[in-house]
C-alpha cells in the first residue's frame, strides 16, 4: 500500500518510497555496474514500493529479481493508465475544484520566459519517452473542460491562474534541484497534481490539469 486512505481528521498521506530496480551503487542488491550515474536514477530503473516491499526486495535480491521488479513496474503502470483512460472520461468540475484547491494557495511568481511550442517538441527537448506521451494523450481528452474551468474560475479570482501556475512550477523547480529529469519528473508532477489522493477520479482530474498546462508551455521547459 503506497497511499494511506484519508480519515476524519487528516487527508490521505503517500507513504511509498521509491526504490532503485537495479543498485544504485555497484554493492547495492542486484548491481549493474554497467549503468551510468545518471541511468541509475532514471525513470526506467526506479519503483514506488511500500516501506515493508522495499526492505524485503533489498534483502532478498535472488527472490526478487530486475525481471520481477520491472514486470511489477509495466503492470502498476499498465493498470494506472487503464484506469486513468476511464475515469478521465466522467471527471467534472467537482473534481477540477477539489484538486485545484490545494495547488493556488503558492504564493510564489510565475515566470514568464516559458513561450509555446508543439507538445511533442516539448517532449523531445524534456526527455518525455512514450509512457509519458500516453499519460499526455489521455489528459488531453479533457483539455477542453480544463480550459472553461480556469477561465471559469479565472473570471471571478483573477489571481487564480497565477497561482495555479505558480505551484506547478515552483514544485517543477523543486524536482530539478533533486536531480529528476524526463519520466520521472514527469510522474513526480504527476502526483503532486492530484495532492496524493487515491482516488482515479481525482488522479484524473490532476493528470487533465497538468497536461492543460504541459500544453500550453507553463510548466516543463521550452
Not at 498521506?13 to 555496474?33: F, L, M, Q, T
Not at 517532449?123 to 480550459?147: A, H, Y
Request: proline residues 3%; hydrophobic residues 35%.
Amino acid at each position: 500500500m503506497c497511499v494511506e486512505e484519508a480519515t476524519n481528521g487528516d487527508p490521505s498521506a503517500i507513504v511509498g518510497v521509491i526504490a532503485h530496480i537495479e543498485a544504485k551503487s555497484d554493492s547495492g542488491p542486484r548491481a549493474n555496474p554497467n549503468l551510468s550515474d545518471r541511468q541509475r536514477d532514471s525513470y526506467p530503473n526506479l519503483i514506488l514500493l511500500c516501506p515493508n516491499h522495499h526492505e524485503l526486495v533489498d534483502a532478498r535480491e535472488s527472490t526478487y529479481t530486475v525481471e520481477m521488479l520491472r514486470g511489477w513496474k509495466a503492470d502498476r503502470e499498465a493498470k494506472v493508465r487503464e484506469f486513468l483512460a476511464r475515469e478521465i472520461q466522467n471527471i467534472t468540475f467537482v473534481e477540477l475544484e477539489a484538486v485545484t484547491l490545494a495547488l493556488v494557495n503558492n504564493g510564489t511568481t510565475r515566470s514568464d520566459s516559458m513561450t509555446l511550442i508543439p507538445p511533442q517538441a516539448k517532449m523531445d527537448r524534456n526527455g518525455l519517452s512514450t509512457l509519458s506521451g500516453t499519460l499526455i494523450n489521455i489528459g488531453l481528452v479533457q483539455s477542453k473542460q480544463v480550459q472553461q474551468y480556469v477561465e471559469t474560475v479565472g473570471g471571478v479570482d483573477r489571481t487564480f491562474v497565477t497561482r495555479l501556475t505558480s505551484g506547478f512550477i515552483t514544485e517543477y523547480q523543486r524536482n530539478i534541484q533533486e536531480g529528476l529529469q524526463g519520466d520521472s519528473l514527469f510522474e513526480a508532477l504527476r502526483l503532486f497534481s492530484s495532492q496524493g489522493r487515491a482516488d482515479m477520479r481525482f488522479q484524473s482530474a490532476g493528470l487533465a490539469v497538468l497536461v492543460y498546462l504541459f500544453e500550453r508551455c507553463e510548466v516543463f521547459e521550452q
